[in-house]
């Protein structure tokens, strides 16, 4: 599980990278949501892969930390969804508004030569 987790992880952040790196409006964003996807995991792979355990600690079981899975990580990527959202919003205005000015989706407005 924790192999195919950090390969998953490996492989957004790759892709996320190189799509960073292309001089296209629609990469970047995409590149930079991907990014966010790989941070999130990573965040909540932190907090140890619990599966079927209990996310707050009650007084009827047993308090042992191996039996509730940690709820700070699960807050963490959940605030970094919603300001991932509004900022992958944020990008997509500014990537309309900038094709609108310049008629092209290149980075730096001009198209590259052939």
Do not use: C, W
Request: net charge neutral.
């Amino acid at each position: 599980m924790e192999l195919l987790l950090s390969s998953g992880i490996g492989l957004l952040t790759a892709v996320g990278i190189y799509l960073v790196l292309r001089a296209r409006t629609f990469d970047l964003v995409l590149g930079l949501t991907l990014l966010s996807y790989a941070v999130n995991l990573f965040i909540f792979a932190s907090g140890r892969l619990v599966i079927g355990k209990a996310p707050i600690i009650s007084t009827t079981i047993t308090p042992t930390l191996a039996n509730f899975a940690d709820p700070l990580p699960q807050a963490l990527v959940l605030t970094a969804i919603v300001i991932g959202f509004a900022m992958t919003a944020v990008l997509l205005v500014l990537s309309v508004r900038g094709y609108a000015d310049h008629g092209t989706d290149q980075v730096d407005g001009r198209e590259p030569r052939a």
